[in-house]
């Protein structure tokens, strides 16, 4: 593992790769944990109604979290999303993809989707919690 890679994709042979996300990360380094986030803003108002919109503005909290610690997008090794709408992640997949890939970029840490009942938030369409390893330099 190198700097530029920070960790090792794991693919078991004779697996059909993973579309948009990893089986399994191999890592080491400093680890960075987020809380669960959602799609508000940094005076925690809400700007977008839509789970696209909030998603968006979730990756991008989250971007400012791992920022702190001196973590980029590249860092993140897990990604669990809680949704309040199957149908409507369903129906959206190509605007959540050109969202992700806006924020994050081409990197597809192991990730986990669970639709929920509710959120805390009321207003919260999509939570993220993240997970991040920093390599030592």
Same mark, same amino acid.
């Given at each position: 593992?190198?700097?530029l890679?920070?960790? =090792?994709?794991?693919q078991?042979d /004779?697996?059909?790769?993973?579309? !948009?996300?990893?089986? /399994? ?8 944990? =987020? /809380?669960g986030?959602v ?16 998603f ?6 989250i ?6 610690? /001196? ?8 990604l ?16 959540? !993809?050109a969202?992700?890939?806006?924020v994050i970029?081409r ?12 959120l ?6 999509v939570e ?10």
């Amino acid at each position: 593992m190198t700097a530029l890679t920070p960790h =090792t994709f794991l693919q078991p042979d /004779g697996w059909v790769p993973a579309k !948009g996300y990893a089986n /399994g990360i191999l890592a080491e380094g400093r680890m960075v944990f =987020t /809380g669960g986030l959602v799609g508000w803003n940094e005076n925690q108002e809400w700007i977008e109604t839509d789970m696209v919109g909030q998603f968006r503005q979730t990756l991008k909290n989250i971007v400012a979290v791992l920022a702190e610690a /001196g973590a980029k997008p590249e860092h993140l090794v897990r990604l669990t999303w809680y949704i309040t709408d199957k149908a409507e992640y369903n129906n959206n997949l190509k605007a959540f !993809g050109a969202a992700y890939r806006e924020v994050i970029g081409r990197h597809f840490p192991a990730m986990a989707v669970v639709q929920v009942v509710a959120l805390m938030e009321d207003e919260a369409r999509v939570e993220i919690e993240a997970t991040a390893v920093v390599p030592e330099a």
